[in-house]
Each structure stands twice: as structure tokens, then as C-alpha cells.
């Protein structure tokens, strides 16, 4: 795990505003926030799930801190993250939702099929931009984050669950710090986790006017936890069967190997790549638009955006995002910026959300 790490080297920070500094040393800060829900809005989907059901497969959080000083090409500093990424059989959220709302079930089997994945880490970034071409019109930025970790979930549950009866068969892959499925094996102690993410990105541009941009977040991903608590195995109910003198009997089956007893293993922990692309376009001194990709696992949205710019490097943005239907709003110049983009200004009706800003300095 540790050689893996040295053997990384420099890695990439996020095309950042610092790039237009006048300045070698920088001080900077940022902060994006991401929260997108199916089935849900997203105050129904982390509280109740008592919503009217939609449509949808999937669900995730990715809320991203970070402080540092930049100097030239050079930038380092402090990340403190949580992401939680969740993806589902529709089926699934159908049981769940009739489940916990007292509906009535359809005589049938339900498939029940889940991953996920949740961490809290906080650690240390170093990135540098890499120049290239005449005038320096492309730039490679690669960045290494190196980070502890004490909270985490990565689940797999896979079967079939019949009725609201006791029957079915589930599949179950299950490692954590806190048992938050069966609820009895959490360890005494929090498993000790290090890891580091890459990420890669590249700007280019090819005349005044246009240029183009990649994001590559967790290109590589990877915590190994250890102490972590399990439940591995497989449980199985064969529905009820009659004997010869009339009884009513069930055969249930459990398989399952535990960190109950201090029998706790040691865990790799990994994340989905997740990547946008960018076209810039500036039309006037005016008036500029941008067209962004967005790809996280099997969600893709494509946002459009129009700025007007003023004053002295000012500009006001708006955009609208595909999937999520959302609505982009945002104020920047070169040394602060905020943004807020969401589908509906109601939160508890919002099937997404995202708040970011930055704020640098020069000294």
C-alpha cells in the first residue's frame, strides 16, 4: 500500500481559478458540495422514503473541502471529503418504499439488489501544472491526495425477497466501521484506514476564443482499512410447506461469516472514476458559453451555460443540466466565486442540489 503511494508521484488539482493569478504565492479555498437522488427527492431519500416513487436507479453525495497556498505551478494543501455513492435494482426501491410506507405487497418475488459505498477522509493534496505547446496553451494537471479514513461502508446485497413474507434468498457482501444493516457487529474500535486518490486533468487552449477541458477525479482510488467489520455469506427461506400430519414448516438456511468475536479482516475500499469534459467558447468581450459532460458510473448529464461579463473580470452565469433538470446560478471574478444549482428552490421537493464557491488571495 505505502509503495504504491511513493510510487505516484505528483498528481492534479481541479482547473481552478488560481490559473489567471499575477502572483507567485496564493492562498486559496474551495468548496463543492453535490447531492443527487432518484426514486426521491433528496430529503425523503436520506430521512423517510415517503414520497410519491419515481423512477430511477441510483443515488450519491460527493462534498469536497479543500485549503491551500499555490505557488507558481506548484499547489498543496489540506482536503477534508465525504462521498457516498448508492445504485439499486427499481425493484428494490419499489419493496423498500411499500415497505416502509405500510402498502400492500404484490404476490410475487422482489428482486433486492444494492452497492454501496460511503467514506470520510481527510488528508493532504499536491498537484503541479505541467505546460506544454507554444505559449503554454496546454496544461496537464495531475494531483495525489493522501489521506486517513476511520468511516466507512461498502455493501453489496444481491437476492430476491418474496412478499412481506420471511422468504427469499440474499447474497450479502458487507464491510464497515458501523453496522448499519444488521445492526450487531460493529467493532469496538473504528478500523484504521490510509489510502490516496489521483486525479487528471488537461486544459487546452486552441485560439483566443475556443478551448477544451478534461476531468479525470479518482483515475485511481484506493484505502485499505484495517480491523474493518464483515458479514459475508448467503441467507436463504424456502417458503412453507405443509407435512403429512398437516403441520406448517419452514427450512431457513444461514451462511454467514462475521467480525463478531474480534474476528475483524483487513479491507480494500475503492471509488468509481468520474470524469467532465468542458468546451469554452467566448462569443464578445461580452457574452462567452460553455458545454459540459458530466459521467458518474451510469448517470450522465450535459449542462449548457451562458455568462455575461462586466467590471473588472466579472462575470454572472446562468446554465440548466440535463437528468437532473437543474438550474445554474453563479457570480466570479479572479479572487472569489459561488455558485448554487438545483431542480426545484423548495429543498424538500429537490432531486438535487449543488453549492460551490472558491476564494484566493495573494500575498
Known sequence: MKKKILTLGF??????????????????????????????????????????LTSGDSAFTYNVFELGVAYK??????????????????????????????????????????????STTNGLFVSYDFKFLESDTLTITPKL??????????????????????????????????????????????PSGVGYSLDLAANWDINQDLS?????????????????????????????????DGGIVSQPTIRLST?????????????????KAYIDYRLSDQYSTQIRFKRYDKDSFVQVKAAVHFWDHWSAY?????????????????????????????IDKAYYANVSWYVKLAF
Open 212 to 244: 477544451v477541458s478534461l476531468l479525470i477525479q479518482d483515475l485511481l482510488y484506493e484505502t485499505e482499512y484495517e480491523k474493518s467489520g464483515f458479514v459475508n455469506g448467503y441467507t436463504t427461506e424456502v417458503p412453507f410447506s405443509e407435512t403429512a
Open 145 to 190: 491526495t493522501v489521506f486517513a479514513s476511520t468511516h466507512f461502508q461498502d455493501a453489496h446485497v444481491q437476492g430476491t425477497v418474496y412478499s412481506d413474507e420471511i422468504q427469499g434468498a440474499l447474497e450479502v457482501d458487507y464491510y464497515f466501521s458501523k453496522d448499519i444493516l444488521f445492526k450487531r457487529f460493529t467493532p469496538d474500535e473504528n
Open 73 to 118: 505551478n506548484l499547489k498543496v494543501g489540506y482536503q477534508s471529503r465525504f462521498d457516498y455513492v448508492l445504485s439499486f435494482d427499481p425493484d428494490t426501491a419499489r419493496y423498500l418504499h411499500t415497505e416502509k410506507n405500510d402498502l400492500p405487497f404484490e404476490e410475487r418475488n422482489y428482486i433486492y439488489d444494492l452497492d454501496g459505498k460511503q
Open 259 to 275: 467480525s463478531e468475536l474480534g474476528h475483524e479482516k483487513t479491507h480494500t475500499f475503492e471509488m468509481a472514476t468520474r470524469y
Open 318 to 346: 446562468t446554465g440548466y443540466e440535463t437528468n437532473s433538470e437543474a438550474v445554474l446560478l453563479g457570480i466570479e471574478n479572479d479572487y472569489l466565486g459561488f455558485s448554487v444549482q438545483t431542480d426545484n428552490l423548495d
Open 11 to 52: 498528481s492534479s488539482l481541479l482547473i481552478s481559478p488560481l490559473s489567471n493569478a499575477n502572483t507567485d504565492y496564493q492562498f486559496f479555498s474551495t468548496l463543492d458540495a453535490e447531492v443527487y437522488a432518484e426514486t426521491q427527492p433528496v430529503k425523503s431519500f436520506i430521512d423517510d422514503f415517503d414520497a410519491p
